[in-house]
C-alpha cells in the first residue's frame, strides 16, 4: 500500500513543493483526453442521455416560437452539411459572427464546431473601427476565403431545415477527427481597459466547464433566461451548459426588465442569469408588482460583487428566490 503523504495543504490546498495551489472540489468527470470530441458533440451526446431527450431547447420570447432538442439536433446537422458540403468550410477555418441573440445563435454554434470550424462571435453594435480591429487580432480572418452569410434571412430558414438526415448523414462519411485540444473558439474581452482582445479556449476548456454542472440533481428540467448576449463568454459557456442538462433556454434579442418579467410570467422561467444591475432593478423597481413570477426560483449574478444592501433589499422583496454570487 502506497504510504506516501501528499504535500497538498488539505485545507487551502497549496502545495508547498510546486507552489501551485488545487481545487479542493472533487474530480471532474472528463472524456479521456485522447477521445475524438468536440464540445458540441460533447454536450449533444450528454443531452440525449439525459432524462429529458426531448424537451424543449429554445423559446423566443419575442414570438414564442419553439424548438424541440429533437428538431435542434436535426437543424444542427442540417446546417452543418450546408456549411461543409456548400460553403466549403472545414477544420481550422474561422467563422466572425456579428449577430444580436436569437434562437438561430446556438444552432449556428453547434454546427461551426461540430465541423471543426473556429467560432468567433462579437459585438453587433461595435463601431467599424472596433469591428477592424477584432479582424486583425486574428490572422486567418482577413482572407476572407469564404462568403457572407445572412442569418436574417429566408435562406438561412431554409437551409436550417432542407437537408434531411438521410442527406446528412454523409456527414459522418466526411468527418474528420478531431483532438480536444484543438482551438474551438475566438472570444472577445469588453475592451474596459483598453482595446478588446481576444481569448483563445479549447474544445476540452468548454467541455471542463460543462462537466462541473454534470452533478446537478433536478426533477425537471429548469427554464432559463440568460440576460448576457451569446458573444459574450458567459452567454456563449452558457449554452453549451444548457444542452448538456437538457434545460429550456428563453432567447431575448436585447435585454429590458419589463420584457424579462413578462417572459418570467408567460414562459414560467425559474432560472435568471444576470449582472448586477439587474437585480438592482428587480429589487427596486415598481414593475415587478404588475406581473406574476411566483414560478422564479434562482437568480445567479455575475461580473461584480454585490452590496450588501442590494442584496437585503432583495432578499425581502423575493423572499421565495435564491440569489447567487457566482464568478
Keep these: 500500500m502506497d504510504q506516501t503523504i501528499s504535500p497538498i495543504d488539505p485545507k487551502s490546498g497549496f502545495n508547498p513543493i510546486t507552489k501551485i495551489f488545487h481545487s479542493m472540489r472533487p474530480l471532474l468527470h472528463l472524456p479521456l483526453e485522447d477521445t475524438h470530441f468536440t464540445i458540441a458533440e460533447y454536450a449533444l451526446s450528454r443531452q440525449a442521455d439525459s432524462l429529458w431527450p426531448d424537451a424543449i431547447a429554445l423559446i423566443n420570447s419575442a414570438t414564442s416560437h419553439q424548438l424541440s432538442y429533437s428538431d435542434f439536433t436535426k437543424q444542427v446537422k442540417s ?103 484543438d482551438l474551438a473558439t475566438i472570444l472577445y474581452s469588453l475592451g474596459t481597459t483598453g482595446r478588446v ?81 439587474v437585480v438592482v432593478a428587480m429589487a427596486k423597481s415598481d414593475l415587478v408588482d404588475e406581473y406574476d413570477i411566483k414560478s422564479l426560483e434562482m437568480v445567479a449574478c455575475g461580473g461584480a460583487p454585490l452590496g450588501k444592501d442590494v442584496i437585503k433589499a432583495f432578499a425581502d422583496k423575493f423572499p421565495m428566490v435564491d440569489l447567487w454570487q457566482v464568478s
Design 79 to 181: 446546417l452543418a452539411f450546408y456549411l461543409q458540403n456548400v460553403t466549403k468550410l472545414s477544420k481550422n477555418d474561422t467563422m466572425f459572427i456579428l449577430c444580436p441573440n436569437s434562437i438561430q445563435v446556438p444552432v449556428l454554434y453547434f454546427s461551426l464546431l461540430s465541423l471543426g470550424v473556429i467560432v468567433s462571435p462579437a459585438n453587433p453594435i461595435n463601431t467599424e473601427s472596433e469591428i477592424l480591429h477584432q479582424f486583425t487580432t486574428c490572422h486567418k480572418l482577413p482572407k476572407l476565403k469564404h462568403r457572407t452569410i445572412l442569418m436574417d434571412s429566408p435562406e438561412f430558414d431554409l437551409i436550417l431545415t432542407m437537408f434531411p438526415a438521410t442527406t446528412t448523414a454523409q456527414l459522418e462519411n466526411k468527418k474528420v477527427k478531431f483532438c480536444q485540444s
Design 197 to 277: 482582445k481576444g481569448v483563445m479556449l479549447t474544445h476540452r476548456n468548454l467541455m471542463t466547464v460543462v462537466a462541473g454542472y454534470a452533478k446537478l440533481e433536478r426533477q425537471s428540467p429548469p427554464v432559463m433566461l440568460y440576460t448576457m448576449p451569446l458573444f459574450h463568454v458567459v452567454g456563449f459557456f452558457s449554452i453549451f451548459k444548457s444542452v448538456a442538462l437538457s434545460e429550456t433556454v428563453v432567447v431575448m434579442e436585447r435585454f429590458e426588465l419589463k420584457k424579462m418579467l413578462r417572459g418570467v410570467e408567460e414562459f414560467k422561467i425559474t432560472h435568471v442569469a444576470c449582472a448586477p444591475p
